[in-house]
């Protein structure tokens, strides 16, 4: 089916970017600074944690453009840039930072509908070919205006767009059992040995370095110019490291003549990566790979025989505390990072071989069962995304 399409900018009745905010203009209460932060893919993150305000006066002396329920705020920056999500009611007057843009839409367009169309690959395609820049990547208000988008009937985009919201929650509530999982081991860890910073069962305390049968070690210096698309050596990268989980993230490669020349470090299956810079700090994960791979000179590698020790020091630098007792420790100013020598004298409680053992056994169960709610998950990925393809290509009844 072949709809009438018309430009972005010709559908709405407020199309205008955010306002230039500096540090200097923001207070500790007041209006809502949204940013790009809190713009996902299709939904709203508050993130109120790490919120920002100003005074109504402040607000006044900008002019600033008040965001309203309703509206829709389109990331102009990264990742993936052209990103939209509709503002829910947050109880407080907001306004939006100037890499967003907001959207009002006219009758003529349902905001479900566009922000659907906006996850479809027409749209991210029209998105990338308009970008600008090569480090930080952005679309100018312009060009986004340009961005072309389907207009079927509005009852027809309120049919389809429901279609997909449906789709849309089966695999929310996939990945929000993944999350409970996440909960659960983290309970687990808790209810058998504690906050590790304040030892409250009592443990033997040692410091990292001091434990038997564990090697502590810095990951390999490699430079761009040592690295090779087509090499056979992957390096694993502080993306890759994620809050007690490996993420997969990285696509960096070294060739076999690299790694001779640079005698690198092979990483083994069961290895315990840990990130010397943010966010946060100290963060860790077990490496799940068997392919020939590396890590960066920021990722600490501990290596031990005893895969339950592993297991259990996974859980221990997944706690906040631990990540602030590590944060303390790091120097810099624009770029923090925490030397390992510092880390390995950073003490934590040791548990009885015995105990360590019944957690890991315990916590393999809820890995397990976290594992086949993401194979779920990947089915009702495939789902909405095969039912976005075809919505936008008329193809949906």
Excluded at 98 to 115: K, T
Excluded at 350 to 375: F, M, T
Aim: charged letters at 30%; proline letters at 4%.
């Amino acid at each position: 089916m072949i709809w009438e399409k018309r430009c972005l900018g010709e559908l709405c009745t407020l199309f205008t970017d955010g306002d230039w905010i500096e540090t200097k203009d923001q207070s500790i209460s007041g209006i809502r600074l949204i940013q790009t932060g809190n713009v996902g893919e299709s939904i709203f993150k508050n993130r109120l944690d790490k919120a920002r305000w100003i005074t109504q006066s402040k607000f006044d002396e900008l002019k600033c453009q008040e965001v309203l329920p309703g509206d829709i705020l389109i990331s102009r920056l990264p990742d993936p840039v052209g990103r939209a999500c509709i503002i829910p009611e947050l109880g407080v007057k907001c306004i939006t930072g100037v890499d967003c843009s907001i959207v009002r839409l006219s009758h003529e367009i349902d905001a479900n509908w566009f922000i659907r169309y906006s996850q479809s690959k027409a749209y991210q395609a029209q998105i990338e070919s308009s970008v600008t820049g090569t480090t930080r990547k952005r679309i100018s208000r312009k060009n986004l205006g340009k961005i072309e988008i389907p207009i079927p009937p509005l009852e027809e985009q309120k049919r389809i767009a429901g279609i997909l919201d449906e789709a849309a929650r089966v695999r929310k509530k996939t990945q929000a059992l993944i999350d409970k999982f996440d909960e659960l081991a983290q309970s687990l860890f808790l209810d058998m040995f504690g906050d590790p910073v304040t030892n409250p069962k009592g443990w033997e305390v040692k410091s990292l370095s001091a434990i038997a049968d564990v090697d502590f070690f810095d990951g390999d210096w490699v430079e761009s110019k040592d690295q090779d698309p087509e090499g056979g050596i992957r390096l694993i990268q502080l993306a890759d490291i994620g809050e007690g989980k490996f993420l997969n993230k990285s696509a960096k490669f070294i060739n076999s003549d690299a790694a001779t020349r640079l005698k690198v470090s092979f990483l083994k299956t069961g290895d315990l990566l840990m990130a010397r810079m943010p966010d946060p700090i100290g963060r860790t994960c077990v490496f799940p790979l068997s392919e020939p791979c590396i890590t960066a000179v920021d990722v600490c590698v501990v290596r031990c025989s005893s895969r339950y020790l592993i297991t259990y020091l996974n859980g221990v630098f997944s706690q906040s505390g631990m990540h602030k007792k590590i944060e303390r420790l790091a120097t810099g100013t624009t770029r923090k990072r925490a030397a390992r020598s510092k880390i390995g004298k950073v003490e934590l409680a040791l548990p009885d071989e015995s105990i360590i053992r019944s957690y890991s056994n315990r916590l393999k169960i809820i890995l397990q069962a976290q594992e086949d709610a993401g194979l779920q998950l990947k089915l009702d990925n495939d789902l909405f995304n095969a039912l976005l393809q075809k919505a936008f290509k008329g193809e949906l009844t």
